[in-house]
Nanobody, 124 residues
Framework: QVQLVELGGGLVSAGDSLRLSCLAS????????MGWFRQAPGKEREFVAG????????DYLDSVQGRFTISRDNAKNTVYLQMNSLKPEDTAVYYC?????????????????WGQGTQVTVSS
């Protein structure tokens, strides 16, 4: 089992930056691939960014590539999502998730544990 707590959401203006943090507790953090997902009102939850156990593999949603950066600090049991040049279409609840399975995947169905989510609102 692992527990995930997201921090860092808020209300910002277009063009601003935010950094989300996700603190994990429970099993060894380095055993998990980690991902950030988001869900806007009326839409399905979608993959935003993922990072493998060692940090050697990183993937992004096309629309955030070049603006968002995912990173992890295994010594602090924390994964981060740095979001720059935010746009109103980035408004959503952002979720941190952990995947304990073999290999690495960006598929939502592969992720076993989820945080409670943090709201990010970007005004135009």
């Amino acid at each position: 089992q692992v527990q995930l707590v997201e921090l860092g959401g808020g209300l910002v203006s277009a063009g601003d930056s935010l950094r989300l943090s996700c603190l994990a507790s429970g099993r060894t953090f380095s055993s998990y691939n980690m991902g950030w997902f988001r869900q806007a009102p009326g839409k399905e939850r979608e993959f935003v960014a993922g990072i493998s156990r060692s940090g050697g593999r990183i993937d992004y949603l096309d629309s955030v590539q070049g603006r968002f950066t995912i990173s992890r600090d295994n010594a602090k049991n924390t994964v981060y999502l740095q979001m720059n040049s935010l746009k109103p279409e980035d408004t959503a609840v952002y979720y941190c998730a952990a995947d304990y399975g073999m290999g690495y995947s960006t598929l939502k169905s592969r992720y076993d544990y989820w945080g409670q989510g943090t709201q990010v609102t970007v005004s135009s």
